[in-house]
C-alpha cells in the first residue's frame, strides 16, 4: 500500500522559504510513469496545485507560483521535497504531496495523497 | 474564486439520489478529464472518480461521473450519513497550464 507523509517545520516566518518533504512508502518514486506533486489547502484559495516533478526531475509547474517555487526529487531516499520562497501569511495553508497521474490523453489526477501538513506564516 | 464553479452545497435524504455539478470552459473541462474527490471532515482529498467516468479500485458503483461539453456531473445513488463531505472536481486547464479545481460542494445527508 503506497503511502505519502509530509514533514517538515509547521511555522515559518514572513519573507522566508517554507520547505517540505514527502517521504514515499510502500513503493519506489522510479518507478512506473508517475509524478509526484504538492498540492494546498487554504480557505481562502481552496485546493490549489503548485507542481509536480517526475523521477528523472523534470517539472511541470503552475505558472501563477513558479517564480516562488522548486520541486526537487532524490530518488535515492524515496523521496521529493518544496521550497515556496518569499512568503506571506497568505501561504498559511494544509499542504500535501500526492501521486500524480499524467498521460498524453489529456488525463491529469491524483491517486494517492499524504495526510498533510499544516503550515502557518507567522513572525 | 476557483476555475471550476459549484454549488457550494446540496442536500438529499438517506437512500435518495443527488447530483453534484462541475462548470468550466472550453480550456479545462471542454478539452480534458475531469476527476472528483471526496474529503471527510479532517482527513485528506480522496480520488473517487478519474477520466470523467471511471471509478478507482474500491471505489462503489454507487457513484458515478459524466462530462458534456464544458460541465461535470457527479451523481452519488442510495446515500448514506457516512457519504457526508465535500466533494471537489479537477481538470487541466489547457489555458492556465495548470491543473485547477472546483471550489467544493458539502454534501449533506438529512
Known amino acids: 500500500q503506497l503511502q505519502l507523509q509530509e514533514s517538515g517545520p509547521g511555522l515559518v516566518k514572513p519573507s522566508e522559504t517554507l520547505s517540505l518533504t514527502c517521504t514515499v512508502s510502500?513503493?519506489?518514486?522510479?518507478?512506473?510513469?508517475?509524478?509526484w506533486g504538492w498540492i494546498r489547502q487554504s480557505p481562502g484559495t481552496g485546493l490549489e496545485w503548485f507542481g509536480s516533478?517526475?523521477?528523472?526531475?523534470?517539472?511541470y509547474n503552475n505558472p501563477s507560483l513558479k517564480s516562488r517555487v522548486t520541486i526537487s526529487v532524490d530518488t535515492s531516499n524515496n523521496h521529493f521535497s518544496l521550497k515556496l520562497s518569499s512568503v506571506t501569511t497568505a501561504d498559511t495553508a494544509l499542504y500535501y504531496c500526492?501521486?500524480?497521474?499524467?498521460?498524453?490523453?489529456?488525463?491529469?489526477?491524483?491517486?494517492?495523497w499524504g495526510q498533510g501538513a499544516l503550515v502557518t506564516v507567522s513572525a | 474564486q476557483s476555475v471550476l464553479t459549484q454549488p457550494p452545497s446540496v442536500s438529499a435524504a438517506p437512500g435518495q439520489k443527488v447530483t453534484i455539478s462541475c462548470s468550466g470552459s472550453?480550456?479545462?473541462?471542454?478539452?480534458?478529464?475531469v476527476s472528483w474527490y471526496l474529503q471527510l471532515p479532517g482527513t485528506a482529498p480522496k480520488l473517487l472518480i478519474y477520466?470523467?467516468?471511471q471509478r478507482p479500485s474500491g471505489i462503489p458503483d454507487r457513484f458515478s461521473g459524466s462530462k458534456s461539453g464544458t460541465s461535470a456531473t457527479l451523481g452519488i445513488t442510495g446515500l448514506q450519513t457516512g457519504d457526508e463531505a465535500i466533494y471537489y472536481c479537477?481538470?487541466?486547464?489547457?489555458?492556465?497550464?495548470?491543473?485547477?479545481f472546483g471550489g467544493g460542494t458539502k454534501l449533506t445527508v438529512l
Open positions: 479537477g481538470t487541466r486547464d489547457s489555458s492556465l497550464s495548470a491543473l485547477v
Open positions: 500526492v501521486r500524480h497521474v499524467i498521460s498524453p490523453g489529456s488525463t491529469d489526477y491524483f491517486d494517492y
Open positions: 472550453s480550456s479545462n473541462i471542454g478539452d480534458n478529464f
Open positions: 477520466d470523467n467516468h
Open positions: 510502500g513503493g519506489s518514486i522510479s518507478s512506473g510513469s508517475y509524478y
Open positions: 516533478i517526475f523521477s528523472s526531475g523534470a517539472t
